[in-house]
């Protein structure tokens, strides 16, 4: 979603409202069954159904163990503050979201490195991620561009705010982290943490590899290939 839209329905919202999960710290629906990897999708309907109630609040899983952040390199959710909102007269919170943009320009593939350049989304480039929310905007043009000059691979979004429309989706970490069991948690980030970077063959495969290599693998290329990887710094 980018900056300053606002869809007219919230799939999460009501699906916290009328009882189909829980809202995780993430703001993300987390459920028992599946933690927080489900898609939600809703009907417009002037049926006169009968509304059923939001889960017992006791029920919750989400611990606020916060783990949702730390595999989310885009920094989305603010890791202090908290939102509360009334729906249907009651309340319900989770972290506080960060400029849209942090999720388009890291889960919509236009870069996808980690900080700590230890590991990465499955998205291959490695353009820097801003700290600040008013410099997202400002670093979409030329990561889209470079996006654009890339092999393309399979999968993605429609998505009109790209150009070709097509997004290609390489993150959902914050989805796929949480899980009811804590230590189901931990050994997913760990195993993230530990699996090394993704890089792009010419053919438009791409594959995990280590960081060192991964560097010395950019360094290989030729200069107009690598600029849609990285920035390059001046010599
Ligand atoms: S990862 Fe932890 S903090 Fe985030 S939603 Fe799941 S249980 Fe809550
Ligand atoms: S999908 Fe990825 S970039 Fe987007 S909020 Fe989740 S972890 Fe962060």
């Known amino acids: 979603?980018?900056?300053?839209?606002?869809?007219?329905?919230?799939?999460?919202?009501?699906?916290?409202r009328s009882g189909i999960g829980h809202f995780g710290y993430s703001?993300?629906?987390?459920?028992?069954?599946?933690?927080?990897a489900i898609v939600l999708a809703s009907v417009v309907t002037d049926a006169e159904l009968?509304?059923?109630?939001?889960?017992?609040?006791?029920?919750?899983y989400c611990d606020e163990c916060k783990l949702c952040l730390s595999v989310c390199s885009s920094g989305y959710v603010d890791p202090v503050e908290k939102v509360t909102l009334t729906l249907g007269g009651k309340e319900f919170s989770y972290g506080k979201r960060r400029s849209n943009s942090r999720c388009f320009l890291v889960c919509g593939g236009l870069t996808g490195l980690n900080a700590s350049g230890k590991w990465?989304?499955?998205s291959p480039a490695r353009f820097k991620i801003p700290e600040k929310d008013e410099d997202f905007?400002?670093?979409?043009?030329?990561?889209?561009?470079?996006?654009?000059?890339?092999?393309?691979f399979e999968g993605g979004f429609f998505i009109c705010l790209i150009p070709g429309s097509r997004m290609e989706y390489t993150c959902s970490n914050c989805h796929?982290?949480?899980?009811?069991?804590?230590?189901?948690?931990?050994?997913?980030?760990?195993?993230?943490?530990?699996?090394?970077?993704?890089?792009?063959e010419p053919d438009g495969s791409r594959r995990a590899i280590s960081p060192e290599e991964a560097k010395?693998?950019?360094k290989s290329m030729p200069?107009?290939?690598?600029?849609?990887?990285?920035?390059?710094?001046?010599?």
Not at 1 to 15: D, K, Q
Not at 50 to 60: A, G, M
């Open 1 to 16: 979603m980018a900056a300053g839209y606002a869809p007219p329905i919230s799939h999460r919202y009501l699906a916290v």
């Open 27 to 36: 703001g993300n629906i987390i459920t028992k069954e599946y933690g927080s």
């Open 50 to 60: 009968i509304p059923t109630d939001p889960l017992p609040e006791e029920e919750n």
């Open 120 to 122: 990465s989304t499955w």
């Open 137 to 152: 905007t400002a670093a979409l043009p030329s990561t889209i561009e470079a996006y654009l000059g890339r092999p393309k």
């Open 176 to 200: 796929f982290v949480c899980h009811p069991d804590k230590e189901v948690r931990k050994a997913r980030y760990k195993m993230l943490i530990e699996s090394g970077v993704v890089i792009q």
């Open 216 to 218: 010395e693998y950019l």
């Open 223 to 235: 200069l107009e290939r690598r600029k849609l990887y990285e920035s390059i710094p001046e010599e």
